[in-house]
């Protein structure tokens, strides 16, 4: 890292070819929990009693596929929602479209949503007229919207994949993204339109956090860094790519512990680690789900009547397209060390 565009793109498609194959001679442990839209990248929470998905909404595209993510042309979203793990899913239809936002352009990717004082909030990044990645929300009285986006983006905020996480009467943001998620272009607190990424052996580019603001509509602080620690306390490095951030963060709690779960991108992991403070420092752990096919990965935590499950995405439905992916659903473990059980999600 970093690698030339032309060396990303060669193994992107690479893999696509492979998955491919893949896709035709795998069964999955889990099916899509909808199959008459590509939907990525799903963001589950319980609400009154049943579980609301916010993901994104893949569409068909003659955009190129490289790094930059240009093949995830995405406008719009959809909520999903479920009353029994292995019921019918119900699909809420589209609650907001890049259309109804003034300053996004494009690419309305992985979304979140909380709730706070009868309101329900769905956070989410595209790129701004200038081509920049920032965070949006937008209201809804229901948590299966439609939702109102607010004028103007979250100020301060930059890159992808807000995630929201309630501690106490705290709410915590959490985003990043780098490669397409721009994270690499702001090293220096201000957007550089050059990739800016450290060596092999420095610590890698790390996620943030921001805490919300009371009325959940900006940062209530400028965005700290996360810190991702090895087993001997130092910082996960830039070169250790089956480690170190990528994109996608996820917190939940368990047993009193915080963890921080995230895409480990280019090696295609769901990884994690704990600590005692939702902004940590966290500690790695380990990998919760093994490679999927298609090329990306992106999860959510959730638990639901006493279990807890983890929601994922491949592109078994679409036949290896990475661009078009499907939601899935399953039982997640911790054991009686609090560890995380890895999935396996293909038999």
Same mark, same amino acid.
């Given at each position: 890292?970093?690698?030339?565009?032309?060396?990303?793109?060669?193994?992107?498609?690479?893999?696509?070819a492979?998955?491919?194959?893949?896709?035709?001679?795998?069964?999955?442990?889990?099916?899509?929990?909808v199959?008459?839209?590509?939907?990525?990248?799903?963001?589950?929470?319980?609400?009154?009693?049943?579980?609301?998905?916010?993901?994104?909404?893949?569409?068909?595209?003659?955009?190129?596929?490289?790094?930059?993510?240009?093949?995830?042309?995405?406008?719009?979203?959809?909520?999903?929602?479920?009353?029994?793990?292995?019921?019918?899913?119900?699909?809420?239809?589209?609650?907001?479209?890049?259309?109804?936002?003034?300053?996004?352009?494009?690419?309305?990717?992985?979304?979140?949503?909380?709730?706070?004082?009868?309101?329900?909030?769905l956070?989410?990044?595209?790129?701004?007229?200038?081509?920049?990645?920032?965070?949006?929300? =937008?209201? +809804?009285?229901? #948590?299966? %919207? &439609? !939702? *109102?986006?607010?004028?103007?983006?979250?100020?301060?905020?930059?890159?992808?994949?807000?995630?929201?996480?309630?501690?106490?009467?705290?709410?915590?943001?959490?985003?990043?993204?780098?490669?397409?998620?721009?994270?690499?272009?702001?090293?220096?607190?201000?957007?550089?339109?050059?990739?800016?990424?450290?060596?092999?052996?420095?610590?890698?580019?790390?996620?943030?956090?921001?805490?919300?603001?009371e009325?959940?509509?900006?940062?209530?602080?400028?965005?700290?860094d996360?810190?991702?620690?090895?087993?001997?306390?130092?910082?996960?490095?830039?070169g250790?790519?089956?480690?170190?951030?990528?994109?996608?963060?996820?917190?939940?709690?368990?047993?009193?512990?915080?963890?921080?779960?995230?895409?480990?991108?280019?090696?295609?992991?769901?990884?994690? =680690?704990? +600590?005692?403070? #939702?902004? %940590? &420092? !966290? *500690?790695?752990?380990?990998?919760?789900?093994?490679?999927?096919?298609?090329?990306?990965?992106?999860?959510?935590?959730?638990?639901?009547?006493?279990?807890?499950?983890?929601?994922?995405?491949?592109?078994?439905?679409?036949?290896g397209?990475?661009?078009?992916?499907?939601?899935?659903?399953?039982?997640?473990?911790?054991?009686?060390?609090?560890?995380?059980?890895?999935?396996?999600?293909?038999?």
């Amino acid at each position: 890292m970093p690698k030339g565009t032309n060396v990303i793109k060669s193994d992107a498609e690479l893999k696509q070819a492979m998955d491919l194959k893949k896709a035709n001679n795998l069964i999955a442990i889990a099916p899509p929990l909808v199959t008459h839209i590509y939907t990525a990248d799903p963001s589950a929470h319980v609400f009154n009693n049943r579980i609301y998905i916010y993901p994104s909404h893949d569409i068909e595209t003659d955009q190129p596929l490289n790094d930059n993510g240009d093949q995830y042309a995405m406008k719009d979203y959809h909520v999903l929602s479920l009353s029994d793990v292995k019921g019918e899913v119900t699909d809420h239809g589209k609650v907001l479209d890049v259309d109804d936002v003034p300053w996004a352009s494009c690419q309305m990717w992985a979304p979140d949503a909380a709730h706070k004082n009868g309101h329900y909030y769905l956070y989410f990044p595209a790129r701004d007229h200038d081509g920049i990645f920032r965070l949006g929300v =937008a209201r +809804s009285k229901q #948590p299966e %919207g &439609p !939702f *109102t986006a607010e004028p103007e983006a979250i100020q301060g905020s930059f890159s992808i994949d807000p995630a929201v996480y309630q501690d106490g009467e705290d709410y915590y943001i959490y985003f990043g993204g780098i490669w397409g998620g721009q994270l690499q272009n702001w090293t220096e607190g201000k957007f550089n339109s050059v990739d800016n990424y450290p060596q092999d052996n420095e610590a890698a580019i790390m996620p943030k956090v921001a805490k919300l603001s009371e009325d959940m509509l900006q940062f209530a602080e400028p965005a700290k860094d996360i810190q991702i620690l090895d087993e001997k306390g130092n910082l996960i490095q830039q070169g250790d790519t089956q480690r170190r951030f990528f994109e996608g963060p996820w917190v939940h709690k368990y047993d009193g512990l915080y963890y921080f779960s995230y895409s480990t991108g280019d090696t295609h992991m769901i990884a994690y =680690a704990t +600590s005692e403070s #939702p902004t %940590g &420092p !966290f *500690t790695y752990q380990g990998v919760i789900l093994e490679p999927v096919v298609g090329w990306t990965t992106h999860h959510s935590i959730a638990e639901y009547q006493g279990n807890w499950y983890l929601f994922y995405h491949d592109c078994m439905l679409s036949g290896g397209q990475s661009h078009l992916r499907s939601v899935k659903m399953t039982e997640l473990i911790h054991d009686d060390d609090g560890k995380i059980k890895t999935i396996q999600p293909y038999k």
